[in-house]
T-cell receptor
Framework: GQSLEQPSEVTAVEGAIVQINCTYQ??????LSWYQQHDGGAPTFPSY????GLEETGRFSSFLSRSDSYGYLLLQELQMKDSASYFC?????????FGAGTTVTVRA | IAGITQAPTSQILAAGRRMTLRCTQD?????MYWYRQDLGLGLRLIHY???????GKGEVPDGYSVSRANTDDFPLTLASAVPSQTSVYFC???????????FGSGTRLTVV
């Protein structure tokens, strides 16, 4: 079967660094995406890892280890606007599946 | 139209009624998807289409049907709505399967 785990909530202060871990178990795995969603709006596309290692996109970085079925999203220099839900989304059989998401709350 | 458009934005529907949620994209993306989002369950794939003329079942297809007559449109139909189909529905598209999804703003459906 398929399973996906990520923390339900994370709280941090402005300027801090947050790491959201994701462990997955899925067949036909091709890569790992992370999506951001504000207040139930349209999810947007922060990152995608097809290969092991670290991908950096501005203040966001994403990491993948295929052998460990593990990845993380790193949010640096946190800003209030980063308060949102973040979804780990393994790409399997050419389709994305989503976890329940991690709610990140940034405090002043 | 810029990107992906869903209609209606929200709808209250009587149980047993038929309803079609519309989704249109103008990016010439090959693949399109329908997800539903329920509190605590994330987004679950209902149906997908890798290219015009083809469709496939996702994780929770029962009670829903789709068609893909052309590249731009991917409507989702509830033949006979039930209260458990109360949810927020998101349509998405990608230039190739699984990569760089663009999501619509969602349709909030309440079945009473």
């Amino acid at each position: 079967g398929q399973s996906l785990e990520q923390p339900s909530e994370v709280t941090a202060v402005e300027g801090a660094i947050v790491q959201i871990n994701c462990t997955y178990q899925t067949s036909g795995f091709y890569g790992l995406s992370w999506y951001q969603q504000h207040d139930g709006g349209a999810p947007t596309f922060p990152s995608y890892n097809a290969l092991d290692g670290l991908e950096e996109t501005g203040r966001f970085s994403s990491f993948l280890s295929r052998s460990d079925s593990y990845g993380y999203l790193l949010l640096q220099e946190l800003q209030m606007k980063d308060s949102a839900s973040y979804f780990c989304a393994p790409l399997n059989d050419y389709k994305l599946s989503f976890g329940a998401g991690t709610t990140v709350t940034v405090r002043a | 139209i810029a990107g992906i458009t869903q209609a209606p934005t929200s709808q209250i529907l009587a149980a047993g009624r038929r309803m079609t949620l519309r989704c249109t994209q103008d990016m010439r993306h090959n693949a399109m998807y329908w997800y539903r989002q329920d509190l605590g369950l994330g987004l679950r794939l209902i149906h997908y289409s890798n290219t015009a003329g083809t469709t496939g079942k996702g994780e929770v297809p029962d009670g829903y049907s789709v068609s893909r007559a052309n590249t731009d449109d991917f409507p989702l139909t509830l033949a006979s709505a039930v209260p458990s189909q109360t949810s927020v529905y998101f349509c998405a598209s990608s230039p190739r399967t699984g990569h760089g999804y663009t999501f619509g703003s969602g349709t909030r459906l309440t079945v009473v």
